[in-house]
């Protein structure tokens, strides 16, 4: 799905359907719906300076991170895709990862991030949330909304 502008997209075609799943499944009451749609609103405001779409690996999660005795460090199971590239470094906040700290230090040595990225660390972990919130229920729903909440905050 191919989109002119990264906020948009995100919000039209990640967070949208999801969020309208967790409405549907119980996950989510509206009023916190809600939250989450304010965010969608705000995107473009919220999500910092425009880039140009980069390859996600798409599923990075500390499980998909397999760490060698030698040092050496694989990737496995992709889901790879066009996006913005603080969201796989934003999935790795959020489930854990082992070195994290080391690893966003070599990923900004090798493509130093815009300024202000940190804080919008919770507007790339929605979409997971809301997924989760989709397939296991009402703690991940209430995780997202209070991202969304700090997100609207900021």
């Known amino acids: 799905m191919p989109g002119g502008d990264w906020p948009g997209w995100y919000a ?5 359907p999801y969020l309208r799943g967790a409405v549907d499944g119980g996950a989510l009451r509206p009023s916190e719906a809600a939250v989450v749609e304010r965010v969608c609103e705000r995107l473009p405001e919220l999500a910092g300076p425009a880039e140009p779409p980069a390859r996600l690996h798409g599923d990075l999660w500390s499980g998909n991170v397999l760490w060698a005795g030698d040092g050496r460090v694989w990737l496995i199971d992709p889901a790879a895709h066009g996006g913005h590239r603080e969201t796989d470094l934003a999935m790795l906040r959020l489930f854990g990862c082992p070195h994290l700290e080391r690893v966003l230090a070599g990923y900004r040595e ?3 991030l815009a300024d202000g990225w940190a804080d919008r660390v919770g507007l790339h972990q929605l979409f997971p949330l809301l997924v989760h919130a989709v397939l296991f229920g009402r703690g991940y729903g209430e995780q997202a909304v209070a991202v969304a909440r700090e997100a609207l905050a900021r």
Do not use: D, G, M, Y
Not at 12 to 16: C, D, F, K, V
């Open 12 to 16: 039209e075609h990640r967070l949208a």
């Open 110 to 112: 090798a493509a130093p």
